[in-house]
């Protein structure tokens, strides 16, 4: 236990010298890439509108490597409040269906049924956003599927107790090898050249931080599906209302 203690107060130290370093990075970052895209706006040329589309590109993905960090290292303050499933479903759909197209996926939601969740939309948000842009990273040309429903065989690890409902993340891109699949949750690991690594360990977080579960299964040339188990919110002494 005190090992314990003295690891999460390294980590606390640690998250805090991180968002230091990242806002440092995020201003002059932020600048760089306003400017490079005045100049791809304001400029005509084959060459500059080439270079600075690079520019503009390669800013955005060192802003995402540095969300990335921060949201691994930062301690979670979950605010949470009561809201539908289908709520925050729709709102990460109009954020990654452009993204999507870029690998030419089709995508489809399936909403079995809708359910309340007491969490953190951000942080929920965050997670799906995670797992369905590593579906569209492993797929081209094919298929991913959003699916909600009651959740039929409940792990293990769970409470036999209480209800669940699954999110399902299925892809047919090019599946996970055996001997990665005991990995993939594993901070820093990454078989993409510019990957983190740090989506799934964060991923793993946001969904155990809701007393929840995640889990894979997955064939090579195949695809992949994550399954995220969450509890249904029964109400119970909230001052929320309940909605319609
Ligand atoms: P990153 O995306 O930065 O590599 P992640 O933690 O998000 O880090 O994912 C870790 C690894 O898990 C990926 O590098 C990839 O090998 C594997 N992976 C995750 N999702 C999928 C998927 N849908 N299909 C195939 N491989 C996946
Ligand atoms: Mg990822």
Request: charged fraction near 30%; charge should be neutral.
């Amino acid at each position: 236990l005190r090992e314990r203690i003295i690891s999460m107060e390294k980590m606390a130290a640690l998250g805090e010298m991180a968002a230091k370093v990242a806002h440092e990075i995020r201003n002059p970052l932020l600048a760089i890439g306003g400017f490079a895209k005045r100049l791809h706006k304001e400029l005509t040329g084959e060459k500059v509108q080439e270079y600075t589309k690079i520019i503009i590109e390669e800013v955005k993905r060192l802003e995402r490597i540095l969300n990335e960090i921060l949201s691994f290292v930062r301690p979670f303050s979950l605010g949470k409040e009561t809201f539908e499933i289908r709520k925050l479903v729709e709102d990460v759909v109009n954020f990654v269906e452009s993204t999507l197209q870029e690998n030419n996926n089709k995508f489809e939601l399936v909403i079995e049924n809708d359910f309340t969740v007491l969490g953190s939309f951000d942080k929920l948000k965050e997670l799906l956003l995670n797992i369905i842009s590593n579906a569209n990273e492993a797929t081209k040309n094919g298929l991913i599927t959003l699916r909600i429903k009651k959740a039929d065989k409940i792990p293990i690890e769970l409470d036999k107790e209480k209800e669940y409902f699954t999110i399902e993340v299925e892809d047919t891109g090019c599946g996970i090898q055996k001997e990665n699949l005991k990995r993939i949750f594993d901070p820093f690991f990454t078989t993409k050249a510019t990957g983190t690594g740090l989506g799934l360990a964060i991923s793993k977080r946001i969904v155990e931080d809701h007393g929840g579960i995640i889990k894979v299964e997955s064939e090579v040339n195949k695809g992949t599906i994550f399954r995220i188990y969450l509890p249904v919110y029964k109400g119970g002494g909230s001052n929320e209302n309940n909605g319609s």
